[in-house]
């Protein structure tokens, strides 16, 4: 039995794994996926909104606001109370600006109203109700 040594000792050792290309790749992978990302957009709520028979578009410069079937409000996707939608409202519509009101078909018409007077309490121009054209 003989005792020698391992012949590791006398080799070199061993290289580092060069793992920069890996995080090249992994780099222009993020960057391809934030910029093929689809943002979340505020009017894409789950919303069943009624329909009619004459429908027009609204000018672009309006505030949407939307009511959920739980009378829950929302201005460009973040939840609002009836008692903060004054201050929302007055810091973002143009004199005499238009709100267009997106409600769920279940929203009863008393919410739909103290909204509606809010907002004409708060410098709406115009309010329009929005609505899918019937087919």
């Known amino acids: 039995m003989s005792l ?4 590791f ?10 793992i920069s290309p890996l995080i090249d790749v992994i780099f222009i992978l993020l960057i391809f996926f ?3 990302m689809v943002f979340a957009d505020g009017s894409a709520m789950d919303l069943d909104i009624p329909s009619a028979a004459n429908v ?5 410069d309006s505030v949407t606001v939307s009511i959920s079937s739980d009378s829950s409000l ?5 939840r609002y109370t009836l008692a903060a939608l004054p201050s929302v409202l007055r810091g973002r519509l143009a004199p005499k600006g ?3 009101l997106r409600a769920d078909e279940k929203v009863s018409v008393s919410a ?4 509606m007077d809010c907002a004409k309490e708060n410098g709406a121009g115009e309010i329009f109700v929005a609505a899918q054209k019937k087919q």
């Open 4 to 7: 020698r040594r391992p012949r």
């Open 9 to 18: 000792e006398d080799e070199q050792p061993a290289q580092a794994i060069n």
């Open 34 to 36: 934030i910029v093929t």
């Open 56 to 60: 027009s578009e609204v000018k672009a």
């Open 74 to 78: 929302y201005v460009d996707g973040k």
């Open 98 to 100: 238009s709100v267009i």
């Open 112 to 115: 739909l109203v103290a909204v």
